[in-house]
Structure formats: C-alpha cells, structure tokens
C-alpha cells in the first residue's frame, strides 16, 4: 500500500489573491463566464480583452484591481470568424489589436493539454488568456465526467498558476433557443 503523505494547513503559507480584476479575475487562476447563447458572453470578454489592451480599467471598472499598463490577451474562438466577427467587434471597442493575439490551429486543432499554450503566454507575456467556447477545448473528453474533466482543468490551472495569467473559459449552456 502507498504511504498517504498528510499536509497539515498550519504549514501552508497564506498568501492574497493577486487580481487582475477584482474580484473577478485572479491572476493565475481560471474563472468561467456561462449563459445561455446570445445573452453577450462573448462581448464581454471581448470589451474586457479590450481594455487590458489599452491600459485602461476593465469595462470602466474605477475600483481599482485593473490593468495599470497595456498588455497582451491570448483569443481562442472556435466558433466565430476572426476576420468577420472577432476583429470588427476588437476595433468597435476600441482594442489595440498588436496586443490580441490568437494560435494558428491550421496544422492541428488545440486542446487544454496541448503544449503550444503555456508557451504562447510566455512568449507574448499574456494577462489573459479567453478560450470561447470552453467547450471546444476539452478536445475528446467526456464533459459530463468529473474524472474525465478534473485532470485536464488541473493541468490549465498549472498553466494559469505557473505564468500568473488569468484564463477566463466562456462557456454556453446550449444554443438550441429557450433558456437553460
């Protein structure tokens, strides 16, 4: 049988949430934007893409815990079109589109596991990372399978965790009309 290695919490250092937007958006760490289609999830994380871009307090937010300096976002959007949707929508709000950056997935579709995303957040110096929808990423995993699910959102989180970049998953309840 395995010895069971104990951590008693008295050892643990404690340490404050760095925000990237308080209290929304935790540097490295995921958080999830959900709803059902149409109701703005992707406008959202678009105009707050927007203001990290320029500098600028996340969607207007004056309360502090915003960007204090331009920086980079990471956009995965696996169902809109970058040229007709994603762009046009980046330019009305105003973005500062040398800092969005998106992966080619020409050669080979991504995934939560796939290696190419802790090293696009390195090389670019991202803040944030937006896959849209977080459905698409999961790649062959069963959603509805905890034991499925866990192990790939505790390798994201490894990532988030190791680069100190929030991850914001837009997630959709179903597009088949009606509420969920």
Same mark, same amino acid.
């Given at each position: 049988?395995?010895? &069971?290695?104990?951590? *008693? #919490?008295?050892?643990?250092?404690?340490? !404050? &949430?760095?925000?990237?937007?308080?209290?929304? #958006?935790? =540097?490295? /760490?995921?958080?999830?934007?959900?709803?059902?289609?149409?109701?703005?999830?992707?406008?959202?994380?678009?105009?707050?893409?927007?203001?990290?871009? =320029?500098?600028?307090?996340?969607?207007?937010?004056?309360?502090?815990?915003?960007?204090?300096? !331009? /920086?980079? &976002?990471?956009?995965?959007?696996?169902?809109?079109?970058?040229?007709?949707?994603?762009?046009? *929508?980046?330019?009305?709000?105003?973005?500062?589109?040398?800092?969005?950056?998106?992966?080619?997935?020409?050669?080979?579709?991504?995934?939560? #596991?796939?290696?190419?995303?802790?090293?696009?957040?390195?090389?670019?110096?991202?803040?944030?990372?937006?896959?849209?929808?977080?459905? /698409? %990423? %999961? /790649?062959?995993?069963?959603?509805?399978?905890?034991?499925?699910?866990?192990?790939?959102?505790?390798?994201?989180?490894?990532?988030?965790? =190791?680069?100190?970049?929030?991850?914001?998953? &837009?997630?959709? %309840?179903?597009?088949?009309?009606?509420?969920?």
């Amino acid at each position: 049988m395995a010895e &069971v290695k104990l951590i *008693r #919490l008295s050892e643990i250092q404690s340490e !404050p &949430v760095d925000w990237l937007w308080e209290p929304y #958006l935790a =540097r490295g /760490a995921i958080s999830l934007i959900q709803g059902d289609g149409g109701t703005g999830k992707t406008t959202m994380s678009l105009a707050i893409a927007a203001s990290i871009t =320029r500098g600028e307090p996340i969607l207007g937010d004056n309360r502090g815990g915003g960007n204090v300096a !331009p /920086a980079n &976002v990471i956009i995965q959007n696996a169902e809109d079109s970058y040229d007709q949707t994603i762009k046009p *929508r980046l330019e009305q709000l105003r973005a500062d589109c040398d800092r969005v950056i998106t992966i080619d997935e020409g050669d080979s579709a991504l995934t939560f #596991l796939d290696q190419r995303l802790e090293q696009s957040i390195i090389d670019t110096k991202a803040v944030l990372f937006i896959f849209d929808p977080v459905q /698409a %990423f %999961f /790649a062959n995993a069963n959603m509805n399978s905890a034991n499925s699910v866990r192990p790939i959102m505790k390798h994201l989180g490894g990532i988030a965790s =190791r680069t100190g970049c929030s991850i914001l998953l &837009v997630g959709h %309840f179903h597009k088949r009309g009606g509420k969920a």
